[in-house]
């Protein structure tokens, strides 16, 4: 469905991915582990067609979902056509929005649309966004902002989720509560790739791994296997 | 005439109404010397000078309406109502290229907001410039689209045009806060104005809200310049440099990025420069004026509505 071939990418003249490799196939979770700069978040932004400065340029290589090529589209589009949208590091919700604004805007492609019965399955998955369904978003606890990135992502209808660093910041439980319905999504049939440092705990969930390394992908196969190779373990799951 | 308290009070309510026809000048500037920086983070120094270009604008578009002598025009009343959104129109066109030429592609390199500020100042240069260029040094002459008539209010004279120009820009006020506060698309604008890179993950094209920006805020410009030329019918090339800056100052002060700041910093800033003029020697007014504004940074640096931009998490 998604196929990334030989990608390279640069902010300015610092190349950061080096000819990387990898396709995502309909209904499955897979996730992207590896270091710091390893270039995972650049995988995604560049996926998403994010624009620079913030995001890279690709130099070489090409993106294709259902075999056609996604490079010269804006990332708008990727959104509204293709259904794939992001879950940003750090989460960048709209602080000066409310809760309940922030679930709207997201469905502004889809003007006109009776958007109730999203809103209330976003609901459902996070009740504690319900109860703050008025309030600015920047007043939230960093695991309900979370929540509210993940809620508003589903507001604009993908069928791809990606998501970098989901686990950033957030306490154990809650963690591990975010990881549980990212799990129950997919089961819906969401497909998810999710970038994570938490390599350990993103194995678990995903049905294949790959794993980067200063832009470069050196390990890759079913997260099963990768969480028991011996160098794998020592290098990204602590021994 | 002989000092007395009335003559204090009937002086002093003649000022504020002076004051409220100034202040409508400086907020239909200031409201997109806000939106814009609300939206992009960037002092549109150009801003000014749309104002000046929909003062000319103005003056062109009706003089052709009204025809010169000899030829069937439209009547002054009909000439208004057509030029003041023709003007509109063209100055939104004007602040759309603005963007697309200049800021755009600045941006979209990743330029330095400063670079992109300077540019703003160059654009407005050549906006000045151009048009001493084009039409010479010579200072136009407004045409009267409206009879002044001048109402005597327990001594206080007000007119017809200035009461038309004050209604004008509360509607405007009024209708830019209801478009950022209650519409999809003011929704959008006060996302970007928080988080540009998190807008196009929501199938929003960015572009598009800031194209929807620059509309706005020109478009309100060009109907400030238009009515300025009604109350003050000689042009001058520069008036978009002394009347546009005091609008920007106004908008600061308001706390820049916000709609209710800037409407209010401009009556703030026209009513402190008419009390000034109207107890102190003129040569006074902008020292004390700015002084004044100074203070009131001083004590609220990010303006009057403004919030301290906090770290995000």
Known sequence: MLRVSNLKAAYGKIEALHGISFHVEKGEIVTLIGANGAGKSTALKALMRLPPPESPTVTGGDITFNDVSILGMPAHRIVHDLKMTLVPEGRHIFGNLTVMENLQLASWSRKGEDTDKEIQHVFDLFPRLAERAKQRSDTLSGGEQQMLAVGRALMTKCTVLLLDEPSMGLAPLIMYDMFRTLKRLNTEGLTIVVVEQNAHLALKVADRGYVLDTGKIVAEGPAEELLHKPEIKAAYLGG | ?313
């Open chain 2, 1 to 313: 005439m002989e000092f007395s308290l009335q003559n204090s009070i009937v002086n002093f309510l003649q000022q504020c109404a002076n004051g409220l026809e100034i202040g409508s000048f400086y907020a239909l500037i200031a409201l997109g010397y806000s939106l814009v920086y609300g939206v992009l983070r960037l002092i549109n120094f150009a801003h000014g000078d749309v104002f000046m270009v929909g003062a000319y604008l103005g003056f062109f578009i009706s003089t052709a309406l009204l025809a010169p002598e000899g030829m069937s025009g439209l009547s002054p009343i009909a000439t208004l109502i057509l030029a003041i959104p023709l003007t509109m129109i063209f100055t939104s066109l004007l602040g759309v290229s603005l963007e697309r030429v200049a800021y755009r592609p600045l941006m979209r390199k990743g330029a330095h907001r400063l670079y992109v500020v300077i540019t703003a100042l160059m654009c407005g240069l050549i906006l000045q410039n151009g048009n001493v260029a084009l039409l010479g040094a010579s200072h136009s002459a407004f045409p009267e689209l409206v009879p002044v008539v001048v109402y005597d209010v327990w001594g206080v004279n007000i007119n017809n045009v200035m009461l038309f120009i004050v209604i004008t820009a509360v509607l405007v006020f009024l209708a830019l806060h209801f478009i950022v506060s209650r519409t999809r698309m003011g929704m959008a604008m006060r996302a970007v104005s928080w988080d540009k890179f998190a807008l196009p993950l929501m199938g929003i094209p960015l572009n598009k809200v800031i194209v929807f920006t620059f509309v706005l805020g020109s478009a309100v410009a060009g109907l400030g310049g238009f009515l300025h030329g009604m109350s003050y019918p000689v042009l001058e090339q520069d008036m978009g440099a002394s009347i546009g800056w005091k609008a920007f100052i106004a908008a600061v002060v308001g706390g820049i990025g916000e709609v209710r700041g800037a409407f209010v910093g401009a009556f703030l800033l026209a009513f402190v420069e008419t009390m000034v003029n109207a107890f102190l020697p003129s040569t006074y007014s902008d020292l004390f004026a700015f002084s004044i504004l100074l203070l009131i940074l001083w004590h609220r640096p990010t303006g009057i509505f403004g919030r301290p931009l906090t770290a995000k998490i």
